[in-house]
């Protein structure tokens, strides 16, 4: 037995007032009788018990107040276990569309093994809103859905030669990712604090940051309470860039100025980087292996807290049984009110 509200049996206490001023009613009752003659004279012109009438009825009213107060107390019996509407995680997907990524030092490419990781995770996910960043030089953002199948078509539409500004921007994809974020729960008229649903970037580049500072970047994050699982794509040695047309052909490869090769590398500076991001915000870093680009962690690690979210909203819910109670009180109050104070009947004359 447990109670919704016990401190209102604190009421209870009051009862010992309510006979208090009951006996005191009597008590004037009988002074006010006494007013025309002896009470016992009085008395006698009523047939049947008026006393025991009185006392009955104030013992209803008492039995009523007291199941009316130990209802509004709350008494609460037996529970069960409910489980509240799925709610998901918000998972925003920073994907870095720069030219670096066009390389091959993942086959057939880091940009096209990570769109095809991503549609695996995808797959894994249920009822989770995703949201995608494209970034290069600059970030554009495709809005948090749960149609997963639109977020496939972005991907498989969008390639490096289709950002407008070229280069690396970190820093701008991170805040971009917790604007998508925060604009989706304002849109939805939900609150923005981190407890509503769990908050994820899942930040995939080669790391080679060429603008911005995106330490501070996820230093902001880290104050929203948004985890960054930050991938790293690249082998360390360094790898060519591939040159396309803009139908597509391959022309060679990217040169500088003076006709050199541009390499590309996931160098322990930039590794250093996305751990120092995964780490502020409490999330973590991958680096990709061989033939991979790290996604099968990522998913593990999305499927932990979707877990966690759902154990979240397991909820014990006590069964109510103030009604039991409630009911009896109602019915003797009502009881109360429709007795008589007296029995009286008209006594009978006595023929001569």
Not at 248 to 271: F, Q
Request: proline share 4%.
């Amino acid at each position: 037995m447990s109670w919704a509200d016990p401190q209102a049996l604190w009421l209870l206490a009051l009862l010992p007032l309510a006979v208090a001023a009951l006996w005191w009613n009597a008590a004037r009752r009988k002074r006010a009788t006494e007013i025309f003659g002896r009470s016992a004279t009085v008395e006698s012109l009523i047939v049947g018990r008026a006393r025991w009438w009185r006392t009955a009825r104030a013992a209803l009213m008492l039995a009523g107040i007291a199941l009316g107060i130990i209802a509004f107390a709350g008494p609460q019996y037996g529970s069960r276990t409910r489980v509240l509407r799925k709610r998901g995680i918000d998972v925003v997907i920073a994907l870095d569309f720069s030219k670096s990524m066009l390389a091959k030092d993942v086959h057939p490419s880091r940009i096209k093994r990570a769109k095809a990781e991503l549609e695996r995770l995808l797959s894994d996910l249920d009822g989770d809103r995703v949201g995608l960043v494209a970034f290069a030089g600059d970030a554009m953002a495709f809005p948090m859905t749960v149609d997963y199948s639109a977020v496939r078509l972005f991907l498989r539409d969008l390639g490096p030669m289709d950002m407008p500004v070229g280069g690396t921007a970190i820093g701008k994809a991170l805040i971009a990712s917790m604007r998508l974020i925060e604009s989706s729960n304002e849109r939805r008229g939900e609150e923005t604090a981190p407890e509503t649903r769990s908050r994820v970037v899942i930040l995939l580049t080669d790391g080679e940051d060429h603008e911005g500072d995106p330490i501070a970047a996820a230093q902001e994050l880290s104050a929203a309470e948004i985890k960054v699982y930050a991938v790293g794509i690249g082998s360390g040695s360094g790898e060519p860039i591939p040159s396309y047309t803009a139908d597509g052909t391959l022309t060679g490869h990217m040169k500088d100025s003076d006709g050199r090769l541009v390499m590309t590398s996931l160098s322990a500076e930039n590794e250093e980087t996305l751990k120092k991001i995964a780490s502020i915000t409490g999330g973590e870093y991958v680096r990709a292996e061989e033939g991979t680009v790290g996604i099968t962690q990522i998913r593990r690690e999305l499927a932990r807290l979707q877990a966690s979210e759902q154990k979240a909203r397991r909820v014990t819910v006590h069964e109510n049984r103030f009604a039991l109670v409630l009911l009896p009180a109602f019915l003797l109050i009502v009881l109360e009110a429709i007795l008589p104070e007296a029995w009286v009947v008209r006594r009978r004359r006595r023929e001569v």
